[in-house]
């Protein structure tokens, strides 16, 4: 099965721009069968959406990151990427990067079938 492995999160200052990747290996037929997203949890709440990338690098985001952060990802290299900018202290969580068999971008964490381990962003004042 797909394997995921996120990388890059740390404790950051408010405003800071850390970038995230997510090494993928092992998939299932051809790379470019999944759509590729972030998400996130923060502490006693639900798991969220931030950003999604079909094959195509058609892109959608979560409203409260959009214009902040950037989702890319890299075929020949199988990996994902997350560049933050502007980050606010309501941006702490831990992030995951997760793949689904789609031909189309999706940010909703129930269809996802591969997840990574996380990585945890702390955003301070």
């Known amino acids: 099965s797909v394997e995921l492995v996120e990388s890059g999160g740390g404790s950051v200052q408010a405003g800071g721009s850390p970038g995230l990747s997510c090494e993928a290996s092992k998939f299932v037929g051809p790379s470019t069968s999944y759509c590729m997203a972030w998400f996130r949890q923060a502490p006693g709440k639900e798991r969220e959406g931030v950003a999604s990338?079909?094959?195509?690098?058609?892109?959608i985001y979560a409203p409260s990151v959009k214009g902040r952060f950037t989702i890319a990802r890299d075929g020949a290299k199988d990996t994902l990427y997350l560049q933050m900018t502007s980050l606010k202290p309501e941006d702490t969580a831990m992030y995951y990067c997760a793949a689904v068999q789609s031909p189309v971008a999706i940010l909703d964490p129930t269809w996802f079938s591969y997840w990574g381990q996380g990585t945890q962003v702390t955003v301070s004042s």
């Open positions: 990338i079909d094959r195509e690098h058609k892109t």
